[in-house]
């Protein structure tokens, strides 16, 4: 059991680092180098910018 939750705090950390959202910590010309040309569209196709849902999207 402990390990379940020094596993989902790792993840809350990843994801909401510093207890705030991501997007506040990660800036996107970050993300832009390391994925190149291909980020662009592949955030097109899985974000919908009026959906107030949160949204993890994997990238290979």
Known sequence: MEDHVVRLTEIQNQLFP????????LNFSEL?????????PMLLKHLNPLD????????D
């Open 18 to 25: 510093g207890h705030s959202l991501q997007e506040r910590q």
């Open 32 to 40: 832009y180098i390391e994925y190149g040309g291909e980020l662009i």
């Open 52 to 59: 107030l849902k949160f949204m993890v999207i994997t990238i």
